[in-house]
């Protein structure tokens, strides 16, 4: 029985290693501000003078993001890709709502592919985590329309919560134009998103596709023998990227059977890493699994990572609104360009190639996804989030908690990076990756992370 989504419950609290209050680094673009007063802190009465959107705590947005990761572990359809893809969209409605209030950014228009003009913001002031509330729940709402009625009731539940505290001695006025603005916004990202080729993903994951045959293909893999999961996602309009080609990683070694060659190399030591498993390196495995339905899939852990700094390092609303949009648009092209590669090399995958060259009845630690195995999508997505939290925040020490509530105990980092490394080796230890997918994902997804430097 799936346990009820329960709004603003928190996943993880994070006891930060090396962690201080601390504006962003890259390149001194956020400043810090004073604390706002207890009353903004705790969510009591405001003063009516609006404030920029610096003035406030990141509340709003964690605990959207937070109740967004429950969403993807409880709705039917919510693979990795498809999760990406709704963290990106909540990403950029998130920030276009609140950019007003952040004096020097930029508007998207212009920088995402095929994003138009916004309504502008009618009759004076707005109050920002009360547009930052309404946009979320706007997008949410309608990135998961077939969420379980537990799911409906939290995102209900949590929109409420945050208006009447919102709304609590501002002036009747304020809120209704603060709520009417952030709406509008996500209703215009929504429509956006329509256009970009996977509009309602979660309803076709495995959609009609006669994949190519031969020893060095993709073939469906025990024990399943799923078909192909989103062999087209890789089309898809990208974020930033121009296409989902961008940041190629080149292709895998080439395939043989021979003893001496890379790719029986590579082979060898995926079977040797799984068969004298340590402890410690299958603790690191499931850790890092991730699996559709029983959690926020890879995509989500690297949201979970980005919730649990921002709120170790206490960041300003306006911080939170720039590290959720870039990490989740990064995370959302990373995908892309890793499903594009996927589909363009249609590589075999160990379990495929182990039982047949090397020993006949071996099964790895994981069960394999039903998809190519060249690049690892752990790899690239876990990268290209790190390198975007690196740009933003430095090389910051943390604690992982993400699966905690899980039994799983929490790991530490001395930077997003080590991390990414970790998520990504984990893969060959699980059986489920050649050590060339792991590299080179690593470098394709430091290479999709890299372009969103010049964003906001």
């Known amino acids: 029985m799936k346990r009820p989504i329960v709004p603003g419950a928190r996943r993880s609290e994070p006891d930060p290693i090396g962690l201080s209050r601390r504006s962003f680094l890259a390149g001194g673009a ?48 919510f693979s990795p890709p498809v999760a990406s893809r709704a963290f990106g969209y909540a990403g950029v409605a998130l920030y276009e709502a609140v950019r007003p209030g952040m004096p020097g950014r930029r508007s998207l228009v212009g920088q995402l592919n095929g994003l138009t003009g916004f309504p502008r913001p009618h009759g004076g002031a707005l109050d920002w985590p009360l547009v930052a509330n309404a946009a979320l729940a706007q997008i949410v709402r309608s990135l998961f329309p077939t969420a379980p009625d537990s799911g409906v009731e ?74 192909a999961l989103q062999p087209y996602w890789g ?24 003893a001496g060659s890379a790719f029986f190399a590579d082979a060898s030591e995926c079977y040797r890493a799984v068969s004298d498993l340590t402890d410690e390196q299958e603790a690191m495995v499931r850790f890092w699994a991730d699996d559709a339905g029983e959690t926020a899939t890879p995509p989500g852990h690297s949201i979970s990572i980005a919730t649990q700094v921002a709120r170790a390092l206490d960041l300003r609303l306006d911080q939170a609104v720039e590290v959720y949009a870039k990490v989740a648009i990064a995370l959302a092209d990373a995908f892309i360009s890793c499903w594009s590669t996927k589909y363009r090399y249609d590589l075999v995958r160990p379990v495929t190639y182990i039982r047949r060259v090397i020993a006949p009845d071996w099964m790895p630690l994981l069960v394999t996804p039903p998809f190519p195995e060249y690049t690892s999508g752990h790899s690239v997505q876990s990268a290209a989030a790190a ?25 530490s980092f001395s930077s997003f990076m080590d991390a990414a490394r970790e998520a990504a080796v984990s893969r060959m230890y699980g059986g489920i990756h050649f050590r060339a997918a792991i590299d080179r994902g690593l470098e394709q997804g430091w290479c999709v992370g890299r372009r969103m430097r010049s964003l906001c």
């Open 154 to 227: 939290a995102i209900a539940a949590l929109e409420r919560r945050f208006t009447r505290r919102g709304c609590t001695n501002l002036p009747p006025g304020l809120c209704r134009r603060s709520i009417a603005h952030g709406a509008s916004v996500a209703r215009h990202i929504f429509e956006w998103s329509k256009t970009d080729g996977g509009h309602e993903g979660f309803l076709r994951n495995f959609p009609p596709y006669t994949p190519p045959t031969g020893a060095a293909l993709w073939e469906p893999t025990p024990p399943g023998f799923l078909p």
């Open 235 to 258: 089309t898809n309009r990208p974020f930033v990227l121009r296409s989902g080609a961008a940041c190629p990683p080149g292709p895998p070694p080439t395939y043989s059977e021979a």
């Open 387 to 411: 390198q975007v939290l690196t740009d933003l925040l430095g090389p910051v020490a943390f604690t992982d908690r993400t699966h905690e509530r899980r039994g799983l105990a929490p790991r």
């Open 30 to 77: 956020l400043a810090v501000v004073g604390l706002p007063s207890s009353g903004a802190r705790h969510g009591v009465a405001r003063a009516a003078v609006p404030r920029p959107a610096s003035a406030y705590l990141a509340e709003v947005p964690t605990e959207w993001l937070e109740l967004t990761l429950e969403l993807v572990r409880a709705t039917p359809g």
